[in-house]
């Protein structure tokens, strides 16, 4: 059984890698708006939990709950959209401020429409994370698998330069 301390102490950092929008990226897609009326319906009908049709997500099932979560404004899980207010972004990132972050972008991610400022949001971004340490991978795709080295880089530099007290450090 765990304990509150346990658990209080369980998160010590964060690396938050390709934090965008998936309502922005979904709302470029023709489908996306009849999906988030239909998944409002269920949801407003109690079914939250049932499955959406395959085309609301090809690749995998997902509930409309889940859909209305990752797709609809203001949903439960839209966290990273550009057109929040800082208001709205550190009401939904600031239960984070008091943990050491990382944000690794992409600035290539194509997941990310075009018409959004990257380097913009990213600022923003750390600002409602507490101050959070930025770090831009340019030409870098969502998974970075065309930047590795560069993650790997970053990712490293962020551990050794004093992440949270009590680490060990694994290169010494």
Same mark, same amino acid.
């Given at each position: %059984?765990?304990?509150? +301390?346990a658990c #209080?102490? *369980?998160?010590? +950092?964060a690396?938050l890698? +390709?934090?965008v #929008?998936?309502?922005e990226?979904?709302a470029? /897609?023709?489908?996306?708006?009849? %999906?988030?009326?239909?998944?409002s319906? /269920? ?5 939250? /939990?049932?499955?959406m049709?395959?085309? =609301? ?9 889940r !859909?209305?979560?990752?797709?609809a404004?203001?949903? @439960? @899980?839209?966290? !990273?959209?550009?057109?929040? #207010?800082?208001d709205q972004?550190?009401?939904?990132? *600031?239960?984070m401020?008091?943990t050491?972050c990382?944000v690794? !972008?992409?600035?290539?991610?194509e997941y $990310?429409?075009?018409?959004v400022?990257k380097?913009a949001l ?5 600002? =409602?994370l507490?101050g ?6 340019? &030409? ?8 590795? @080295?560069? =993650?790997?880089? +970053?990712?490293?530099? !962020? $551990?050794k #330069?004093?992440?949270?007290?009590? &680490?060990? @450090?694994?290169w010494s």
């Open positions: %059984m765990r304990t509150n +301390a #209080s102490r *369980a998160v010590r +950092a690396i890698q +390709a934090p #929008s998936d309502r990226f979904r470029t /897609l023709p489908e996306t708006a009849g %999906m988030i009326d239909l998944a319906k /269920l949801i407003s009908e109690g079914q939250g /939990l049932e499955l049709p395959r085309e =609301a997500n090809p690749d995998s099932p997902i509930t409309a709950y !859909f209305h979560s990752l797709c404004y203001m949903g @439960d @899980d839209d966290m !990273f959209s550009s057109d929040l #207010s800082d972004l550190k009401q939904r990132l *600031a239960h401020s008091n050491p990382q690794i !972008f992409s600035m290539a991610d $990310v429409p075009d018409y400022d380097k990213v600022q923003r971004l750390c600002k =409602a507490g959070a340490e930025k770090v831009e991978i340019e &030409w870098g795709n969502h998974s970075l698998s065309n930047r590795v @080295d560069e =993650a790997v880089q +970053a990712i490293m530099q !962020f $551990v #330069s004093g992440g949270p007290n009590g &680490w060990d @450090d694994p």
